[in-house]
């Protein structure tokens, strides 16, 4: 049994601690406004709804579309058909005319008078004297005219044809006036569907604190992942709704791969995967895992990294590009990316191609993921810390710029030999799948170094 006294002062220290806890709690939600989960369940209804009317009127513009293609092929074809028509006649009444004039000709061409006078009357002779010769003559006329005058009710059934193709090219001009109002109705949708996305993820993102105050150790910042198709166990869908709600903000997604057996597997489930996890309110991006050519030289790695960099430019353009939301492109370099013997001369020019070219073609910076051994050994070119750092250190919860084997690792991204200027930090392999809407298996769990500011910036927004 406690004393009165006790009782008394523990009495007064809760009510202290409860005042406190909820001035702390005011002047949070003062500074920001928490959602509730009603307004995260309302957006994603929006977005369902407006997935329904973006396939609607996608299927209108494709039909619409067919049926252009359609009249304008109609059209052409009976244009060429118009055309070869007349030409025929024109032909045709050529070959009569020639015919008419053969004598004429014949005398024309004589190089003088004499000449022309002999080659007359050897016709004539011949014209004479030749009842065979006249008949085929008057055959090939009579043959001639009647080929004349089918000519000209083809014409005129071809002319009528015109007028047909008038009225198609009449019908033209309304259904690309249609297909026109229905490409200007997508835009309106698919802008209302970016601003709910957008509302999604500011939401969610309102719920982290996002602690860039120290730059070290995961903490309290945003949490986010990075998934392959060895996260699609069985084949099975992820559930990013599920990972939302779990707590990840942002999520990288292999969307190709230099490796023969990966490149293929890489493209499908990214094409599936990528517009998922925006509808369900991650801050989202592609990253390339890439392959150095063997044997190849370091003046021409430059050019093969450019080359690779194209792969993931055009792949994520075919998943709507750039857009906000979506997070720059990631190089994947490791140790799977260098062959045998490759030297760092080799891995850096390849490295500076393949940015070179992302931020050519896309205006952003790309980000490099690599773990700190490989970055300290072979990505020495200090023109590469211009783009963000993604780093995998899983030895510590601390500080990723360190090893308790190696201790502090100085690279072209170190601020000192222990302060590393990383963006995103891969601080471990082994998060709980589950939990995060994975099928089965672990996850990797990423933590991004600063606010939600700066990830909005990132992400376009």
Request: glycine letters at 6%.
């Amino acid at each position: 049994m406690l004393r009165v006294g006790l009782k008394i002062r523990l009495v007064k220290q809760f009510f202290i601690i409860l005042l406190v806890v909820t001035f702390t709690h005011t002047t949070t939600a003062s500074a920001m406004t928490f959602p509730k989960d009603a307004e995260i369940d309302n957006a994603r209804a929006e977005i369902a709804q407006s997935k329904k009317e973006l396939s609607a009127a996608q299927d209108v513009l494709k039909k619409t579309t067919e049926e252009l293609n359609k009249a304008i092929a109609e059209d052409k074809r009976i244009r060429a058909e118009l055309e070869e028509a007349q030409r025929q006649r024109e032909q045709t009444i050529a070959e009569g005319t020639q015919q008419e004039l053969y004598l004429v000709e014949a005398i024309l061409s004589s190089a003088d008078s004499n000449e022309a006078l002999s080659t007359f009357n050897s016709l004539q002779s011949l014209l004479a004297n030749s009842s065979k010769i006249i008949k085929i003559l008057n055959e090939d006329k009579a043959t001639l005219e009647i080929k004349e005058k089918e000519l000209e009710v083809k014409e005129a059934e071809i002319a009528e044809k015109k007028v047909k193709s008038a009225e198609i090219v009449t019908e033209l001009t309304k259904v690309r006036a249609r297909a026109a109002e229905e490409a200007e109705k997508i835009k309106k949708i698919v802008a209302t569907q970016e601003a709910i996305l957008k509302k999604l993820v500011l939401a969610g993102l309102a719920r982290n604190r996002g602690n860039a105050s120290a730059r070290v150790g995961p903490g309290d910042r945003i949490l986010g992942s990075d998934i392959s198709r060895w996260q699609h166990g069985g084949n099975a869908p992820i559930n990013f709704v599920k990972m939302y709600d779990a707590g990840m903000r942002f999520i990288f997604i292999k969307g190709t791969d230099s490796h023969p057996d990966g490149a293929a597997p890489a493209k499908y489930w990214s094409s599936i995967d990528f517009p998922a996890a925006r509808e369900a309110g991650l801050l989202t991006g592609i990253y390339h895992a890439s392959l150095i050519p063997r044997g190849i030289s370091a003046d021409a790695a430059f050019g093969a990294g450019q080359q690779q960099a194209d792969l993931p430019i055009d792949h994520l353009n075919s998943l709507g590009g750039l857009v906000p939301g979506v997070l720059p492109i990631v190089l994947d370099i490791e140790t799977f990316s260098r062959p045998s013997g490759t030297s760092a001369a080799v891995v850096t020019n390849f490295a500076l191609g393949f940015t070179a070219r992302v931020k050519e073609r896309t205006g952003k910076n790309p980000i490099i993921y690599s773990n700190l051994n490989f970055i300290r050994s072979y990505l020495t070119n200090s023109t590469l810390n211009n783009n963000y750092l993604w780093v995998a250190n899983y030895s510590q919860t601390s500080n990723p710029a360190a090893t308790p084997s190696g201790g502090c690792s100085r690279t072209i991204w170190s601020l000192s030999a222990c302060d590393l200027n990383w963006t995103f930090w891969q601080y471990t392999d082994r998060g709980n799948g589950q939990q995060y809407g994975i099928p089965r298996g672990s996850l990797d769990l990423n933590v991004f170094a600063f606010g939600s500011n700066e990830l909005l910036a990132m992400a376009g927004y």
